[in-house]
């Protein structure tokens, strides 16, 4: 029986070597046994429920699997398990009172429903409301903060060749490590190598350390914020 296509097959699969750990397989550049997430669209989901939450990512990246990680970030928070209870309705609602002596109250009208989005231009020669900035405000937006940090692994020249960056949802890099999203929004984390050897890596991501009003955030943030 002649086997030496056999071996000429598992040479061209794994080096020079007919082990198949996929560390010899980077002998010719092949990824056949990779099994990172090298790319956004088959990136490992990671699903959010709760806040605050800190995650820790520790492995290698690089030329012994692929020299791009993504994660994607999935938050599905659901405020009323977040406050429980006692929630807080300053978050939720619109505060009024009401004065059961005032004879200009009229017993026969409804609450009515106000949306500040809809109210905007004169109908039948009614003027749309006008809303102080403190009401307006008080609106609750719900929005959480992401912060992603690259602890590093305290090699100078490993930490060089090494980056870790937020996309968003429309796979767009963003330009810092702080983001707002929505609370059922996603977002993804992409592990790059900038060298052609295997790099290990030490990230921290910190979910919702800080959960507010959209319309409540200052104005110095609102570069973080991701619609």
């Avoid at 071996?7 to 699969?13: K, P």
């Avoid at 046994?33 to 290698?60: C, G, H, K, W």
């Avoid at 100078?156 to 870790?164: G, L, R």
Wanted: no cysteine; aromatic share 14%; net charge negative.
């Amino acid at each position: 029986m002649n086997v030496t296509a056999e071996i000429l097959r598992n040479h061209e699969l794994y080096g020079g070597s007919d082990s198949t750990n996929p560390a010899y397989s980077s002998s010719n550049k092949s990824l056949n046994y990779a099994v990172r997430s090298n790319s956004m669209l088959n990136a490992q989901v990671e699903r959010v429920t709760a806040i605050p939450s800190v995650f820790n990512y520790q492995d290698s990246v690089g030329l012994f699997g692929a020299e791009n990680i993504f994660i994607k970030v999935q938050l599905d928070i659901d405020k009323q398990k977040l406050f429980g209870p006692e929630i807080d309705r300053s978050l939720t609602y619109l505060e009024a009172t009401s004065d059961p002596e005032d004879p200009t109250a009229d017993i026969y009208y409804s609450a009515a429903d106000m949306n500040f989005n809809i109210d905007t231009t004169t109908v039948n020669d009614y003027e749309p409301a006008l809303v102080s900035a403190e009401v307006n405000a008080s609106v609750f937006k719900p929005i959480v903060s992401i912060d992603l940090q690259n602890l590093k692994t305290g090699n100078k020249y490993i930490d060089s060749w090494f980056d870790v960056r937020l996309y968003t949802k429309y796979r767009e890099e963003f330009a810092y490590d702080r983001m707002f999203i929505k609370p059922n929004d996603y977002f993804y984390i992409g592990f790059h190598a900038r060298n052609t050897k295997r790099l290990p890596y030490n990230v921290s991501m910190t979910v919702g350390e800080e959960y507010l009003s959209e319309n409540l955030l200052p104005p110095e943030d609102r570069k973080y914020f991701v619609s």
